[in-house]
């Protein structure tokens, strides 16, 4: 599974989306999976509590992951793809922990990262919401779907 930029000029097709949504289901049946939980992060909340927001994250999908009947799809901003080695230079720690933590858990047999599926079809599959971002927060709301949000200011080591 390939991360792509969702900015870039690639354009997922209706047939990946559905190969994708096919692997979801795949691994919600390997792993006796009930449920689909979205985690979304957006770029510039975790840029601004930096370490932080790294940790957070991580703590998050740790706690997550040991949930058996959770499958878990992790929407990252992939707007970053672009800009990595900008923010290489600006923020070398940060890309390199944020680097990292995506190595780690596009591994995990309880994680899909999520390849650019569009956000309507990753609302319609996913049972509920946990994430930085109050307007995807509302969208899943607005269909009687549990949502929360993840504060990085509430967090502590």
Known sequence: ??????????????????????????????????????????????????????????????????SRDLLVWWRIDKVNCDYIPELQKIVPQFVEEYLLLLKEYSEKEQIVIDEGISLNRVIEVCDAYYGDDPSVAKEFQHINKPAMIMKYSDFED
Do not use: G, P, W
């Not at 989306?17 to 770029?43: G, Q, T, W």
């Not at 510039?44 to 997550?64: G, S, W």
């Open 1 to 66: 599974a390939s991360i792509m930029s969702q900015n870039s000029q690639k354009v997922i097709t209706a047939k990946q989306e559905e190969d994708f949504i096919s692997e979801v289901s795949c691994k919600m049946k390997k792993n006796s999976a009930r449920k689909v939980l979205l985690v979304n992060n957006s770029l510039l909340e975790m840029l601004i509590y930096d370490a932080v927001a790294i940790k957070k994250i991580r703590y998050a999908l740790q706690l997550l992951e040991k």
